[in-house]
């Protein structure tokens, strides 16, 4: 590791001696809540953090050249041969300093945006800074834009809404069994958060969940998430249905080490608790390495990670491979058109293969006919979940459900349509 992240060599007074795929690069952190961290804690303390951050940089990438380029911008120089060098220092930068830091009384959450350039070794210095000044600049911006483009500050509005409403009581947790098909039986089920309005009802998560990850605020409801999962976990378990609850995770929450730190020590403190966790291929491609030490993280104290809305986004193997995850879900997108589309089955029973060739179980969500749940068994998934099994219900219609066993109406009946089902798959 430290032997990728050395200083550049002096350039080479013919050019030719470095190796064509030896690059420099240069990356910019800035801390972009610079003006409202000094405002609470002070000149000398925001000097003190500062100072702080380019340790934590230093241990981060070792050999690198770290410095304080400006009052709020850390510079971090290096040379390596790695090809994802850029995004991988990137990557350590942001995670080396976005955590809570004591300083003196104080404790501060430092928000970084960081960027840079990378080029072949040996060439013009200033255009190399000038290129990572450029990009820090587009990042800052990218940050900024989707608030900017929404009217009216629509995701501060939903924001403090979801505060608003958290702070009242008015969130609950809706549960969708995940049926295992061979055994017939609920192991698992997924929370899904919706809000109980006064005025407008059951409010689904898709009208407050993309804006309030667009502004990175989901913190909050995931850790009051996984506090009620559990609270909700212990009184079906007081009813006989021991369950491993799974909740969604944002991707931003990933690449947060604070809040992995918050949800880690959660958890550990209900030694009951029994969850997991949906995140999805497209946030830990965001940052892979800072993700992937977090969902260790996740995986060491018991907690199981699933792929969620596999398919759906970019798909690499690659990354599959290195995530701590024992179950994939097929996204619904390809579940809900199984018996109606040529392509959509064989995508299906690719995805089941490969997953079990990695040594994972598969879900199927959106089932919402006994000819797909027909069509799954005989591909072999090992699970499935979906309206035809059981919408997502509350806690006490959920203990109703599964003391009357209903999903074995729908997972019985399967059965009788196997065998002309399997025939006709394998012949295709
Ligand atoms: P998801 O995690 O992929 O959840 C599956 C969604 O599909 C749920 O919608 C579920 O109600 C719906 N569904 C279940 N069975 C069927 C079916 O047979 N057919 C069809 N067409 N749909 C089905 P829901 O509850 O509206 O949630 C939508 C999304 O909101 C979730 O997608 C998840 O990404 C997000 N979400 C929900 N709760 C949370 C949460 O607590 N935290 C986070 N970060 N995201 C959440
Ligand atoms: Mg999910
Ligand atoms: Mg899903």
């Known amino acids: 590791m430290a032997s990728l992240y050395h200083l550049a060599p002096p350039s080479p007074p013919d050019g030719n001696a470095a190796p064509p795929a030896r690059q420099q690069g240069c990356v910019l952190a800035k801390v972009s809540n610079f003006n409202d961290l000094r405002r609470d804690i002070g000149v000398g303390p925001m000097r003190r953090l500062m100072q702080l ?11 690198a050249a770290v410095e304080l380029a400006a009052r709020d911008v850390i510079a971090v120089d290096f040379a390596t041969a790695r090809p994802d060098a850029l995004a991988h220092v990137v990557g350590l930068c942001r995670s080396a300093c976005a955590t809570l830091i004591q300083i003196e009384d104080f404790s501060c959450l430092p928000k970084m945006v960081a960027s840079g350039a990378i080029a072949p070794v040996g060439g013009d210095s200033t255009l190399l800074v000038e290129r990572a000044e450029a990009a820090l600049a587009d990042a800052e911006q990218a940050m900024a834009a989707p608030r ?36 017939q039986a609920i ?7 919706r809000w109980q309005h006064p005025e407008r009802g059951l409010v689904p998560p898709g009208d407050f969940i993309p804006a309030t990850e667009r502004a990175q605020r989901m913190e909050r409801l995931t850790l009051w998430t996984i506090a009620q999962a559990i609270t909700d976990q212990r009184t079906l378990r007081a009813q006989g249905h021991d369950l491993r609850i799974f909740i969604n995770m944002s991707g931003h929450l990933l690449a947060d080490a604070e809040f992995v730190r918050l949800a880690c020590a959660a958890i550990t403190a209900a030694p009951d608790a029994r969850l997991g966790f949906e995140v999805t291929e497209t946030s830990v491609i965001r940052d892979p390495d800072g993700a992937i030490a977090h969902l260790r993280e996740f995986d060491r104290i ?52 490969l997953a079990h060739a990695l040594d994972m179980e598969v879900v199927a969500e959106g089932v919402e006919t006994q000819a797909a749940l027909a069509l799954l068994s005989v591909m ?7 309206y035809f099994i059981s919408p997502p219900l509350a806690p006490a219609p959920l203990a109703a459900f599964l003391a009357a066993e209903q999903h074995h109406q729908a997972t019985q009946d ?7 089902r399997a025939a006709g798959w394998k012949r295709g």
């Open 53 to 63: 951050l380019v340790g934590r940089v230093v241990e981060a990438v070792p050999g």
């Open 148 to 183: 900017a483009s929404l009217p009216g500050g629509v995701e501060e509005r939903v924001v403090a809404e979801v505060d608003g409403a958290l702070d009242r009581g008015e969130m609950v947790l809706h549960y969708q069994p995940k049926v295992h098909i061979r055994r």
């Open 187 to 193: 192991d698992c089920v997924e929370a899904l958060v």
């Open 302 to 353: 018991g907690v199981r990670i699933s792929i969620d809305d596999y398919g759906a986004g970019l798909s690499s193997l690659a990354y599959l491979k290195q995530l701590p995850a024992c179950e994939l879900k097929i996204d619904k997108l390809f579940v809900t058109q199984l018996t109606s589309s040529n392509r959509d089955p064989l995508i299906v029973r690719s995805t089941i293969d």
């Open 380 to 386: 072999g998934c090992d699970m499935a979940q979906g």
């Open 414 to 420: 399967v059965r009788g349509s196997f065998t002309r």
